[in-house]
């Protein structure tokens, strides 16, 4: 069988699995993402069948699916928005880098991952999935809860906190002196300042750059702007996701609309190849031995998440039940997890049990998250019933 033949027969299966995966999700209201990652590691390395040439594919599919969903992720917010969140959150923001990055950063150096292991966990353990957080709050119709622009605005912080974190992770990875790192970190925050100010100022001309009444004109301006400041951004050492991210932002009004509707079908379809391909290069075996380590990860960090929402909730004037539903929303973890895993795993800059740990650890949280929002209400009651109405004597 030619070479051609047989990664059209290995894609055309991924693709068809993914398909199904995502339909056996969906049937139980869940994120497809568990089961897209436990794909990748039945037929990775060391699983049931080695797709070689799926692999080679999905490295750059999936790079571009990490491109997407952050470009995808900027194009939900404008610039005054970010502001207008950071100016409300920034105080919960910090109770939540502090609370939830430091059992990251501890199992790591507790397992001898040294201070670039542990800075990596830290981000695994930190930050909350977007995605999976938009989805349960869809789906369980909270969008117009009073808690839920608390939620939102702690999303916000965590991924402005993303645009500084992982320049500085991209620098660490790279073996750069301090000197080189404080450079590109200037470099990154001066970016973003300025891409904030230009959304704020100019974001109209820079839609009408990337705008067009035709369709097919309109996503490959777009895609292709998209590629070009990833990969100005990558050359930079400032995170080619970070580019992507702030020319989100940049794109506003109706063209942002349009962009998002044009772009998420493509969005989701390369996504699932990166997750695929992080199961895919992550060796099943290895699991086992860090199990134990991503429960207890999982246990104390879906805590430390309800416990902020919980608080910043509060903060807000919010009652119990609603405080409850913030903290229990924000405990998922999903691609951005994957994403600051799989980059500092790409470089070969941690032990090699770091992504089979995150791998586990993201299964558990994916599917934790949806399961306590929905659970929450009910298991509130049951500690803490409501006081009824007095019965009079």
């Not at 699916?65 to 917010?77: D, T």
């Not at 301006?221 to 702030?246: M, T, W």
């Not at 031995?289 to 104390?300: E, F, I, K, N, T």
Request: charge should be neutral; include cysteine.
């Amino acid at each position: 069988m030619s070479q051609t033949a047989l990664a059209f027969l290995e894609l055309g299966a991924v693709f068809f699995a993914l398909g199904m995966l995502g339909r056996v999700a969906g049937r139980f209201g869940m994120s497809p993402i568990p089961l897209y990652l436990l794909g990748g590691l039945a037929f990775g390395s060391g699983g049931y069948v080695d797709l070689a040439e799926a692999n080679e594919f999905g490295h750059v599919a999936g790079e571009i699916g990490v491109v997407l969903l952050l470009l995808l992720l900027g194009l939900e917010y404008t610039a005054a928005e970010l502001m207008t969140g950071l100016r409300r959150s920034w105080a919960a923001g910090l109770v939540d880098i502090v609370v939830n990055a430091i059992p990251g950063v501890l199992v790591a150096l507790l397992l001898g991952w040294g201070v670039v292991g542990a800075i990596t966990m830290g981000g695994v353990t930190y930050i909350s999935s977007s995605g999976i957080v938009a989805k349960v709050l869809n789906d369980l119709g909270r969008l117009g809860n009073r808690e839920t622009p608390v939620v939102l605005s702690i999303l916000v912080f965590e991924d402005l906190a993303m645009a500084i974190y992982l320049p500085i992770l991209t620098t660490i990875l790279a073996g750069m002196s301090f000197l080189s790192g404080l450079r590109t970190l200037a470099i990154a925050l001066v970016t973003v300042t300025l891409v904030l100010v230009v959304a704020l100022r100019y974001g109209r001309h820079v839609s009408s750059i990337v705008d067009s009444s035709d369709n097919e004109v309109f996503l490959l301006k777009l895609l292709g702007a998209a590629l070009l400041v990833a990969g100005a951004a990558s050359a930079l050492n400032v995170s080619a996701v970070v580019g992507a991210f702030l020319l989100g932002i940049a794109i506003s009004g109706s063209t942002a609309h349009q962009a998002a509707k044009l772009l998420e079908p493509l969005r989701d379809l390369f996504a699932a190849i990166f997750f695929v391909a992080f199961g895919l290069s992550t060796d099943p075996r290895a699991i086992p031995p860090v199990l134990g380590w991503a429960v207890l990860l999982a246990v104390v960090t879906a805590t430390t998440k309800v416990a902020t929402g919980w608080w910043a909730a509060g903060r807000q004037g919010i009652r119990r039940m609603g405080c409850a539903r913030a903290g229990a929303t924000l405990v998922a973890r999903g691609e951005f997890s994957i994403v600051i895993a799989g980059l500092a795993v790409s470089v070969g800059a941690v032990a090699s049990e770091l992504a089979p740990l995150a791998s586990a650890y993201v299964l558990l949280m994916a599917v934790l998250g949806p399961v306590a929002a929905r659970v929450v209400e009910p298991l509130v009651r049951l500690v803490r019933p409501e006081p009824g109405p007095a019965v009079a004597a």
